[in-house]
Protein backbone atom coordinates (compact mmCIF):
# COMPACT_ATOMS: atom_id res chain seq x y z
CA UNK A 1 0.00 0.00 0.00
CA UNK A 2 2.95 2.25 1.00
CA UNK A 3 3.76 2.14 -2.92
CA UNK A 4 0.87 3.46 -4.16
CA UNK A 5 1.38 7.10 -3.77
CA UNK A 6 4.51 6.98 -5.51
CA UNK A 7 2.96 5.03 -8.11
CA UNK A 8 0.43 7.91 -8.70
CA UNK A 9 3.18 10.42 -9.13
CA UNK A 10 4.46 8.35 -11.27
CA UNK A 11 1.42 8.00 -13.71
CA UNK A 12 1.00 12.30 -13.59
CA UNK A 13 4.43 12.75 -14.55
CA UNK A 14 4.56 10.94 -17.47
CA UNK A 15 1.13 12.25 -17.98
CA UNK A 16 2.44 16.05 -18.17
CA UNK A 17 5.10 14.94 -20.62
CA UNK A 18 2.71 13.04 -22.70
CA UNK A 19 0.46 16.27 -22.17
CA UNK A 20 2.95 18.54 -23.70
CA UNK A 21 3.46 16.71 -26.69
CA UNK A 22 -0.50 15.79 -27.49
CA UNK A 23 -1.68 19.72 -26.40
CA UNK A 24 -1.83 19.80 -22.90
CA UNK A 25 -4.98 17.44 -24.16
CA UNK A 26 -4.41 15.15 -20.62
CA UNK A 27 -4.18 18.05 -18.31
CA UNK A 28 -6.99 18.22 -15.77
CA UNK A 29 -10.41 18.40 -16.71
CA UNK A 30 -11.39 22.13 -15.56
CA UNK A 31 -11.56 24.06 -19.20
CA UNK A 32 -10.55 27.41 -17.04
CA UNK A 33 -7.28 25.61 -15.83
CA UNK A 34 -6.67 24.22 -18.39
CA UNK A 35 -6.89 27.29 -20.72
CA UNK A 36 -4.60 29.08 -18.41
CA UNK A 37 -2.00 26.27 -18.14
CA UNK A 38 -1.54 26.82 -21.53
CA UNK A 39 -1.52 30.43 -21.36
CA UNK A 40 1.62 30.38 -18.78
CA UNK A 41 3.19 27.69 -20.76
CA UNK A 42 3.18 29.55 -23.69
CA UNK A 43 4.13 32.64 -21.82
CA UNK A 44 6.91 30.63 -20.40
CA UNK A 45 8.20 29.63 -23.99
CA UNK A 46 8.44 33.27 -25.56
CA UNK A 47 10.07 34.80 -22.72
CA UNK A 48 12.69 32.27 -24.13
CA UNK A 49 12.71 33.04 -27.58
CA UNK A 50 14.31 36.39 -28.21
CA UNK A 51 16.29 36.18 -24.59
CA UNK A 52 20.21 36.59 -25.27
CA UNK A 53 22.14 37.16 -22.13
CA UNK A 54 18.69 36.49 -19.94
CA UNK A 55 19.12 34.66 -16.97
CA UNK A 56 16.30 31.91 -17.43
CA UNK A 57 17.39 29.58 -14.68
CA UNK A 58 15.25 31.47 -12.13
CA UNK A 59 11.75 29.95 -11.06
CA UNK A 60 8.64 31.66 -12.25
CA UNK A 61 5.06 31.19 -11.18
CA UNK A 62 4.55 28.76 -14.06
CA UNK A 63 7.15 26.37 -12.57
CA UNK A 64 5.25 26.81 -8.98
CA UNK A 65 1.46 26.18 -10.86
CA UNK A 66 3.27 23.15 -12.82
CA UNK A 67 4.29 21.58 -9.62
CA UNK A 68 1.04 22.63 -7.64
CA UNK A 69 -1.77 20.77 -10.68
CA UNK A 70 0.44 17.50 -10.44
CA UNK A 71 1.64 17.19 -7.39
CA UNK A 72 5.12 16.99 -8.24
CA UNK A 73 7.70 17.37 -5.32
CA UNK A 74 10.01 20.71 -5.63
CA UNK A 75 12.36 21.22 -8.25
CA UNK A 76 14.92 23.15 -7.99
CA UNK A 77 15.29 23.50 -12.39
CA UNK A 78 12.72 26.33 -13.71
CA UNK A 79 11.01 23.57 -16.68
CA UNK A 80 10.89 24.77 -20.41
CA UNK A 81 9.71 21.54 -21.59
CA UNK A 82 8.83 20.95 -25.18
CA UNK A 83 8.98 24.38 -25.61
CA UNK A 84 9.18 25.30 -29.42
CA UNK A 85 12.81 27.56 -29.16
CA UNK A 86 12.97 27.17 -33.50
CA UNK A 87 15.48 30.26 -34.58
CA UNK A 88 15.93 31.39 -30.79
CA UNK A 89 18.76 33.83 -29.97
CA UNK A 90 19.93 32.54 -26.59
CA UNK A 91 23.25 33.58 -27.06
CA UNK A 92 25.37 34.19 -23.68
CA UNK A 93 21.50 33.42 -21.99
CA UNK A 94 21.92 31.62 -18.36
CA UNK A 95 20.12 27.68 -18.92
CA UNK A 96 22.14 26.30 -15.95
CA UNK A 97 20.19 23.61 -14.36
CA UNK A 98 17.17 24.46 -16.46
CA UNK A 99 14.47 21.63 -18.08
CA UNK A 100 14.65 21.73 -21.60
CA UNK A 101 13.27 18.02 -22.46
CA UNK A 102 11.94 17.67 -25.70
CA UNK A 103 12.37 21.20 -26.64
CA UNK A 104 12.65 22.12 -30.04
CA UNK A 105 16.00 24.46 -31.08
CA UNK A 106 15.61 23.41 -34.87
CA UNK A 107 15.87 26.05 -37.44
CA UNK A 108 12.98 27.99 -38.81
CA UNK A 109 12.21 28.30 -42.24
CA UNK A 110 10.90 31.67 -43.70
CA UNK A 111 9.68 32.45 -46.94
CA UNK A 112 10.11 35.46 -48.72
CA UNK A 113 9.48 36.74 -52.27
CA UNK A 114 10.23 33.05 -53.16
CA UNK A 115 13.58 32.99 -51.31
CA UNK A 116 13.61 30.13 -48.77
CA UNK A 117 16.12 30.61 -45.80
CA UNK A 118 16.23 28.87 -42.27
CA UNK A 119 17.39 30.26 -39.37
CA UNK A 120 19.28 28.29 -36.77
CA UNK A 121 19.13 28.77 -32.98
CA UNK A 122 21.59 30.87 -31.75
CA UNK A 123 23.12 29.40 -27.88
CA UNK A 124 26.73 30.84 -29.04
CA UNK A 125 28.39 31.36 -25.22
CA UNK A 126 24.77 29.95 -23.84
CA UNK A 127 25.53 28.08 -19.45
CA UNK A 128 23.58 24.93 -20.55
CA UNK A 129 25.71 23.27 -16.86
CA UNK A 130 23.57 20.93 -15.23
CA UNK A 131 20.72 21.57 -17.73
CA UNK A 132 18.35 18.90 -19.02
CA UNK A 133 17.94 18.20 -22.70
CA UNK A 134 16.86 14.92 -22.78
CA UNK A 135 15.01 14.18 -26.82
CA UNK A 136 15.33 17.77 -27.18
CA UNK A 137 16.06 19.06 -30.93
CA UNK A 138 18.66 21.21 -31.18
CA UNK A 139 19.45 20.29 -35.28
CA UNK A 140 22.27 22.77 -37.12
CA UNK A 141 22.09 24.94 -33.67
CA UNK A 142 24.94 27.15 -33.18
CA UNK A 143 26.61 25.95 -29.67
CA UNK A 144 29.93 27.97 -30.35
CA UNK A 145 31.86 28.33 -26.88
CA UNK A 146 28.24 27.14 -25.23
CA UNK A 147 29.12 25.29 -21.36
CA UNK A 148 27.15 21.93 -21.45
CA UNK A 149 29.63 20.76 -18.13
CA UNK A 150 27.39 18.42 -16.07
CA UNK A 151 24.74 18.33 -18.48
CA UNK A 152 22.03 15.78 -19.90
CA UNK A 153 21.92 14.92 -23.37
CA UNK A 154 20.07 11.42 -23.42
CA UNK A 155 18.95 10.83 -27.21
CA UNK A 156 19.46 14.63 -27.99
CA UNK A 157 19.97 15.55 -31.41
CA UNK A 158 22.49 17.95 -32.43
CA UNK A 159 23.29 17.09 -35.93
CA UNK A 160 24.93 19.09 -38.04
CA UNK A 161 25.29 21.92 -35.25
CA UNK A 162 28.24 24.23 -34.38
CA UNK A 163 29.48 23.74 -30.94
CA UNK A 164 33.01 24.49 -31.89
CA UNK A 165 35.07 25.45 -28.18
CA UNK A 166 32.41 24.34 -26.04
CA UNK A 167 32.57 22.96 -22.76
CA UNK A 168 31.00 19.44 -22.40
CA UNK A 169 33.02 17.84 -19.92
CA UNK A 170 31.17 15.39 -17.67
CA UNK A 171 28.09 15.51 -19.50
CA UNK A 172 25.46 12.47 -20.00
CA UNK A 173 24.79 12.09 -23.17
CA UNK A 174 24.41 8.50 -23.90
CA UNK A 175 22.81 7.76 -27.46
CA UNK A 176 23.09 11.42 -28.41
CA UNK A 177 23.09 11.92 -32.14
CA UNK A 178 25.59 14.27 -33.64
CA UNK A 179 25.64 13.32 -37.36
CA UNK A 180 27.90 15.90 -39.10
CA UNK A 181 28.29 18.41 -36.12
CA UNK A 182 31.16 20.43 -35.21
CA UNK A 183 32.93 19.92 -31.86
CA UNK A 184 36.79 20.81 -33.03
CA UNK A 185 38.39 22.28 -30.25
CA UNK A 186 35.78 21.56 -27.40
CA UNK A 187 36.17 19.58 -24.48
CA UNK A 188 34.90 15.95 -23.74
CA UNK A 189 36.44 14.54 -20.47
CA UNK A 190 34.73 12.64 -18.31
CA UNK A 191 31.42 12.55 -20.42
CA UNK A 192 29.43 8.94 -21.65
CA UNK A 193 29.19 9.18 -25.15
CA UNK A 194 28.00 5.34 -24.55
CA UNK A 195 25.85 4.22 -28.28
CA UNK A 196 26.62 7.91 -29.45
CA UNK A 197 26.01 8.45 -32.79
CA UNK A 198 28.54 10.75 -34.71
CA UNK A 199 29.26 9.41 -38.07
CA UNK A 200 30.71 12.63 -39.88
CA UNK A 201 31.31 14.31 -36.77
CA UNK A 202 34.58 16.51 -36.54
CA UNK A 203 35.77 16.13 -32.89
CA UNK A 204 39.79 17.61 -34.59
CA UNK A 205 41.73 18.89 -30.93
CA UNK A 206 39.09 17.76 -29.08
CA UNK A 207 39.69 16.60 -25.24
CA UNK A 208 38.28 13.09 -24.66
CA UNK A 209 40.19 12.29 -21.59
CA UNK A 210 38.53 9.34 -20.04
CA UNK A 211 35.99 9.73 -22.20
CA UNK A 212 32.85 6.77 -22.18
CA UNK A 213 32.88 6.00 -25.92
CA UNK A 214 31.77 2.43 -25.96
CA UNK A 215 29.13 1.13 -28.75
CA UNK A 216 29.33 4.42 -30.28
CA UNK A 217 29.17 4.93 -33.90
CA UNK A 218 32.46 6.84 -34.82
CA UNK A 219 32.32 6.19 -38.85
CA UNK A 220 34.46 8.61 -40.84
CA UNK A 221 35.00 10.79 -37.61
CA UNK A 222 37.36 13.31 -37.50
CA UNK A 223 39.89 12.81 -34.99
CA UNK A 224 43.06 14.98 -36.20
CA UNK A 225 44.71 15.97 -32.81
CA UNK A 226 42.30 14.76 -30.68
CA UNK A 227 43.34 13.29 -27.00
CA UNK A 228 41.64 10.18 -26.19
CA UNK A 229 43.95 9.11 -23.92
CA UNK A 230 42.35 6.42 -21.53
CA UNK A 231 38.68 6.64 -23.34
CA UNK A 232 37.04 3.59 -23.61
CA UNK A 233 36.41 2.72 -27.08
CA UNK A 234 34.66 -0.52 -25.98
CA UNK A 235 32.44 -1.96 -29.25
CA UNK A 236 32.87 1.67 -30.71
CA UNK A 237 33.23 1.85 -34.56
CA UNK A 238 36.20 3.57 -36.00
CA UNK A 239 35.42 2.43 -40.12
CA UNK A 240 36.65 5.29 -42.24
CA UNK A 241 37.86 7.86 -38.72
CA UNK A 242 40.86 9.99 -38.91
CA UNK A 243 43.07 9.57 -36.22
CA UNK A 244 46.20 11.71 -37.55
CA UNK A 245 48.22 12.69 -34.34
CA UNK A 246 45.52 11.67 -32.32
CA UNK A 247 46.45 9.98 -28.83
CA UNK A 248 45.22 6.95 -27.44
CA UNK A 249 47.90 6.09 -24.38
CA UNK A 250 45.73 4.11 -22.21
CA UNK A 251 42.67 3.96 -24.33
CA UNK A 252 40.43 0.82 -23.76
CA UNK A 253 38.42 -1.71 -25.82
CA UNK A 254 40.15 -0.04 -29.11
CA UNK A 255 39.48 -1.63 -32.47
CA UNK A 256 41.35 0.34 -35.23
CA UNK A 257 40.27 -2.25 -37.87
CA UNK A 258 39.01 0.55 -41.43
CA UNK A 259 40.56 3.31 -39.15
CA UNK A 260 43.45 6.00 -40.99
CA UNK A 261 46.30 6.13 -38.62
CA UNK A 262 49.01 8.41 -39.00
CA UNK A 263 51.43 9.46 -36.41
CA UNK A 264 48.84 7.98 -34.10
CA UNK A 265 49.80 7.62 -30.53
CA UNK A 266 48.42 3.71 -29.77
CA UNK A 267 46.99 2.23 -26.67
CA UNK A 268 50.20 1.05 -25.28
CA UNK A 269 52.30 3.95 -26.01
CA UNK A 270 54.13 3.48 -30.05
CA UNK A 271 53.74 5.29 -32.96
CA UNK A 272 51.59 4.08 -35.48
CA UNK A 273 52.86 5.25 -39.47
CA UNK A 274 55.51 7.38 -37.46
CA UNK A 275 56.42 8.33 -41.38
CA UNK A 276 53.23 9.00 -43.16
CA UNK A 277 53.20 12.10 -44.95
CA UNK A 278 49.98 13.94 -44.76
CA UNK A 279 48.43 16.24 -47.47
CA UNK A 280 46.74 19.39 -46.92
CA UNK A 281 42.99 18.70 -49.37
CA UNK A 282 40.89 21.42 -49.13
CA UNK A 283 41.44 22.28 -45.62
CA UNK A 284 40.91 18.87 -44.59
CA UNK A 285 44.22 16.30 -43.55
CA UNK A 286 44.12 13.03 -45.25
CA UNK A 287 47.24 10.92 -44.91
CA UNK A 288 48.83 8.60 -47.51
CA UNK A 289 47.89 5.47 -46.85
CA UNK A 290 50.35 4.06 -49.23
CA UNK A 291 53.00 5.23 -47.13
CA UNK A 292 52.14 3.85 -44.11
Given at each position: ?????????????????????????????????RE????D???Q???????P?????????Y???????Y??P????????????????L??????????????????????????????????????????????N??????A????R????????L????????????T?????I??GA???G??LS????????????D????NL????????????????G?????????G?????????????????????????????????????????????N????E???E??
Open positions: MNKHPLFRSIIKILGFYLALGLGVSTLPANAQFDFEQFQQCQRARQAGANLSERTEDRRLEQAVLRQNRPSLVGCDLRSADRGANLGGVDLSAANFSPKTSVNRAIVTEVPANLTGANLSNAKLDYALTRAILNANFGARLYDTNSGAQIVGASLDGFASYVLYNLSSTLGNFSSARMTGALSNTFRANLTLADLTNVNFNANLSEADLSANLTGAKLIETDLRGATGVNLQGAQLCRTMLPDGTVAAPNCVVTDNQSLARPLF
